[in-house]
């Protein structure tokens, strides 16, 4: 049984589809949604600035779902975008994390949603968007 639906975005168009289909699985389940994203800090000076335009995202996100009545809540780390996913999802046991396609060729994933498929803990749906 699916309770709690994960999903990635950094507020790309591909994330957004991800996203949407996340809300959609969540709502067809009567599931919550965690809407997670990772920032990059290696740079100080930007740290403090890619933490908040990921706040601005995760915002909208769940303002969106509120909207449509769908329970959520949100999370945020800095690091490697693959690896936050993959631990913010464990962290808050998710049952099911949603990710996009992104950067998938000639049958290879792209890395986000390759490090999430190959360490998940629990099931992964990728989301065909190109």
């Known amino acids: 049984m699916i309770k709690t639906v994960a999903v990635g975005t950094d507020g790309s168009e591909t994330a957004g589809r991800a996203v949407a289909e996340a809300m959609e699985i969540a709502e067809r389940f009567g599931a919550s949604l ?3 994203s990772a920032f990059d800090e290696a740079n100080a000076e930007w740290a403090a600035s890619a933490a908040e335009q990921a706040e601005r995202i995760l915002a909208v ?4 779902a509120a ?9 945020l780390a800095p690091g490697d ?6 631990s913010l999802a464990e962290r808050h046991g998710a049952d099911l994390i949603v990710v996009g396609s992104r950067g998938m060729e000639r049958r ?3 890395s986000i949603p390759n490090t999430v498929t190959h360490k998940a803990p629990c099931s992964v749906l990728v989301v065909k968007t190109v």
């Open 34 to 36: 965690l809407v997670l």
């Open 61 to 64: 996100a769940e303002e969106t």
């Open 67 to 75: 909207g449509r009545g769908i329970e959520c809540r949100s999370a």
């Open 81 to 86: 975008p693959g690896e936050v996913l993959v």
């Open 108 to 110: 290879v994933l792209g």
